[in-house]
């Protein structure tokens, strides 16, 4: 569907104390200034040691000695323009530094709009609290009224690193019942502390309960937790109180107090009691002396629980001076330059017209986004490749497809490795965490592959890859914007933590490698192939969503889900779901199907499983091993 752009409101100036440095947040740029005669005096506290960095215009930091009132207009202000800016291109971050914002008096309440982080400043998440909300709601399409109001779109959206007590002063008597985050796909909620109230996954308030489809939780706490209408969700490396309601599967790695899965799928709950492989994103924050730095957490396997417990997360701390800070309008040169110096990089929020090849090549280099910073592909350029090396970690990043069909959006290794012999290193994976990929939507995109896997021992810990369904008018639809496959793994011991892959043309997901693991796989199949002709191969109706190649001997999948909705020629079938070789070693757990109003799965894996179509609309076709248990 194509959603009309809002007319924007004015950018509230912002003036945001940092001792002595003001930060101004103005349309065309963040500047140390002195305070304007007609804004609210500055506080006139202690400077700190080391001034703030300059992260460019997209970027508003916070200090805890702002009135409450600033606070929340400023950052009321940043959710008026993005609340329906699903196709837009403004990106923003709102950073908090140490402290506490918000009384029990006069709470900080507020929404996150699309392409919108918000972050605390600290080491650990109890460095910044804020008493009052953080919500997403349902998203009204029509007039701006209760009509046709969904969380089905709810994308692109990040909060991380904090402290929420959660407060409803204020409000009326069903929001003030929880803390709302109704989201989809692309949308994470890592490093946060949920106290003093109910999280829900879902906003019944605002024209009753409505499916949401996607969302993503990791080394984080809250007590009860209400899922409601998630149809999917993914909870990692947590700690929980209590979790209530699943729709068709429920996701659990390493999480304390996660439900039992003894009776998949009534309820429909996936439970591993340990991670396999984990690394946790790494955070920016600022030191007692106003000094910026970048965590980045070690690696772990078989973890279980929260990493920031017992003191900060274990890893490593690099000063921003080790970074190139880029900006939009930085040049690839220049950031493959400072890259080949043994630089770092940092992305500022906004979108990177990207025309040639961005190039990690040295070991433990980290790429870290900001804002949903967005790398656009331009002639038909690959964005990124990442050499053959241990340790690189590639976070917060969106890379989309141009208008020039690119071979691939983003490569990890090189498919003859360096010289045949491919360098990793089980213990320092190479690291993918909130990297998100898009084929159309806010423009016309092409590319044969959004995601292409080299290298051995590479994690995958939250990704959304995805061909778009709808989007700005011209910019999708099946000769538009084009896309062969989402993601393919031709590196061994490969794990996904988090696979989200949509709309591909051919195989969603295709897996070469050996030893293979994804916990949590949600699939939609493409809405528009025109005709059945159109979309089949060898004597096969459609192409699965997950492929698993015939040669492969060791693979696993925990907790799978592939959905139907051809709505442009609704007698479409695919043969299958899933498609893997018959073989002891390849083994998929807790899998279904689902058709959600068009078209037909015959087979949920394989030739195995029960078939859904127009018959059975939104009824799960399960399978709870393939295959079977001996």
């Known amino acids: 569907m194509t959603i009309p752009h809002p007319t924007r409101p004015g950018r509230t100036r912002l003036a945001a104390a940092l001792g002595a440095t003001v930060l101004l947040a103005t349309s065309t740029g963040v500047a140390a200034i002195a305070a304007p005669a007609e804004t609210t005096p500055v506080n006139t506290k202690k400077a700190p040691a080391v001034s703030a960095p300059d992260f460019g215009p997209n970027v508003t930091i916070f200090d805890p000695s702002m009135p409450v009132s600033e606070i929340q207009a400023a950052v009321d202000a940043v959710n008026a323009r993005q609340i329906d800016n699903e196709m837009g291109t403004e990106r923003e971050a709102l950073l908090f530094l140490p402290g506490t914002y918000g009384t029990d008096a006069e709470p900080l309440q507020f929404k996150v709009g699309y392409y919108t982080e918000v972050a605390g400043l600290g080491a650990s998440p109890s460095d910044v609290t804020i008493n009052g909300k953080i919500e997403v709601y349902n998203r009204c399409l029509e007039d701006n009224g209760t009509s046709n109001c969904i969380a089905l779109n709810n994308f692109w959206r990040t909060l991380s690193n904090l402290t929420l007590e959660v407060n409803g002063a204020g409000q009326d008597g069903c929001r003030a019942t929880a803390n709302f985050w109704a989201v989809s796909q692309a949308v994470s909620l890592r490093r946060v502390d949920v106290t003093g109230g109910t999280l829900s996954l879902m906003d019944y308030c605002t024209a009753g309960p409505q499916y949401a489809s996607g969302g993503y939780l990791a080394d984080s706490k809250a007590g009860d937790i209400v899922n409601g209408s998630q149809q999917q969700w993914f909870t990692r490396n947590a700690e929980i109180g209590s979790w209530s309601n699943g729709v068709w599967n429920a996701v659990f790695s390493g999480t304390e107090g996660a439900p039992t899965d003894e009776s998949f799928p009534t309820p429909p709950y996936t439970t591993l009691d340990r991670t396999l492989v984990s690394r946790e994103k790494p955070y920016l924050f600022a030191d ?77 280099t980290v790429v870290l986004g900001l804002g949903h910073a967005t790398l656009t592909a331009v002639n038909g350029a690959t964005p990124m490749r990442v050499a053959d090396v241990p340790g690189v970690v590639i976070a917060g990043v969106t890379i989309d497809g141009g208008t020039v069909n690119s071979p691939v959006l983003l490569q990890v290794g090189t498919k003859n490795g360096n010289n045949g012999a491919r360098h990793s290193d089980p213990a320092n994976p190479t690291t993918l965490s909130d990297v998100y990929f898009r084929i159309g939507g806010p423009h016309v995109g092409k590319a044969d592959v959004s995601l292409e896997i080299n290298s051995d021992n590479v994690l995958i810990d939250h990704t959304w890859v995805w061909r778009a369904d709808h989007g700005n008018e011209g910019t999708f639809g099946w000769d538009v914007s084009t896309g062969r496959n989402g993601v393919i793994v031709n590196g061994d011991d490969v794990t996904a933590t988090g696979l989200f892959v949509e709309h591909y043309q051919e195989y969603n997901v295709i897996w070469n490698g050996e030893r293979g693991r994804t916990v949590f796989f949600q699939n939609e199949l493409p809405y528009d192939p ?86 059975n609309t939104g009824t799960p076709s399960y399978v709870e091993r393939y295959p079977a248990a001996p």
């Open 288 to 364: 007692a002396s106003g000094a910026y730095s970048v965590h980045v957490p070690a690696a772990q396997t078989e973890s279980r629980g929260i990493s920031w417990g017992d003191g900060l997360t274990a890893g490593r701390t690099i000063p921003l001076s080790e970074f190139f800070v880029a900006r939009p309008g930085d040049s690839v040169q220049a950031i493959n330059n400072a890259l080949a110096r043994g630089k770092h990089l940092l992305l500022t929020p906004g979108v990177y017209d990207i025309g040639q090849t961005i190039a990690v090549k040295r070991a433990d």
């Open 530 to 615: 025109p005709n059945q002709a159109a979309w089949q191969h060898d004597g096969v109706l459609g192409w699965a969503g997950y492929k698993v190649a015939d040669d492969v001997k060791t693979h696993t999948l925990w907790g799978g889900g592939s959905y139907v909705f051809t709505n442009v020629d609704p007698s479409i079938h695919a043969t299958r779901g899933f498609e893997v070789p018959e073989t002891p070693g390849v083994v998929l757990n807790h899998l279904l199907t689902v058709n959600l109003g068009a078209g037909t799965i015959d087979h949920v894996v394989n030739n195995t499983g029960a078939p859904v179509s127009n018959d």
